[in-house]
């Protein structure tokens, strides 16, 4: 399967910790990109990156939330003390290096805070 | 700054009747244009582009859209709904100075019934 892997498909949570949620992307591909769904919403845009490098995290919350594409293994987007509202559906999506205008999606990471 | 309006957050149909869902984009350049279709607990298949060729698309399962620049819109359509169809639709537009980075409408859950 040469897709976007991402891991682990659910994560349950106790408010306060933390929660890593991980993205392989397609083969050949060296951006990343993360989106976060909360129920019955669309797709927010949180962070785009290449590898070693963030690109744009304009959608980022600015506290709790960060994000690494080291130059070995996955993507990761880290969210220390979880809360109740960061329960969602987390997207990785991966492109090649130029320009296609095209993203390739994973299953998504769904995050339950209790 | 780019944005995408779906026109209608839920759309129901009657089985083998035409499926119409509502797209509307701001951007200051060119856009390019996508329809992804998300069934339940599963990530995001893209269902058609536009990329400034042809303005009519056609798109997997029978979908197609029409990208119209003066009305500035990129309506999803299908000429006869199955109950397979049944799932939420995004919207999304992206342009060059963006990367491949997706700005998405809020979605449109279709609904077909028997």
């Known amino acids: 399967n040469a897709g976007v892997m991402q891991n682990p498909r659910h994560l349950v949570r106790r408010r306060g910790q933390e929660a890593r949620l991980r993205c392989s992307p397609m083969?050949?591909?060296?951006?990343v990109y993360w989106y976060r769904q909360l129920p019955e919403e669309g797709l927010k845009f949180m962070v785009y990156l290449q590898k070693e490098n963030i690109i744009d995290e304009s959608g980022m919350p600015k506290e709790r939330f960060s994000a690494e594409f080291p130059k070995e293994g996955p993507s990761i987007l880290r969210i220390q003390q979880v809360v109740r509202g960061d329960s969602a559906a987390y997207f990785c999506?991966?492109?090649?290096?130029?320009?296609?205008?095209?993203?390739?999606f994973g299953e998504g990471s769904r995050l339950t805070v209790l | 700054a780019q944005s995408v309006t779906q026109l209608g957050s839920h759309v129901s149909v009657s089985e083998g009747a035409l499926v119409l869902l509502r797209c509307n984009y701001s951007s200051s350049v060119p856009p390019y244009l996508f329809w992804y279709v998300q069934y339940p607990n599963q990530g995001l298949q893209l269902l058609l582009k536009?990329?400034?060729?042809?303005?009519l698309v056609k798109g997997i399962n029978g979908f197609e859209a029409e990208f119209k620049k003066s009305e500035t819109s990129f309506h999803l359509t299908k000429p006869s709904a199955h109950m397979s169809d049944a799932a939420e639709y995004f919207c999304?537009?992206?342009?060059?100075?963006?990367?491949?980075?997706?700005?998405f409408g809020g979605g449109t859950r279709l609904m077909v019934k028997p």
């Open positions: 083969k050949g591909h060296s951006h």
């Open positions: 536009y990329t400034s060729a042809a303005t």
């Open positions: 999506a991966s492109s090649p290096p130029t320009f296609t205008g095209e993203l390739f």
């Open positions: 999304a537009v992206s342009d060059r100075n963006a990367g491949n980075m997706l700005t």
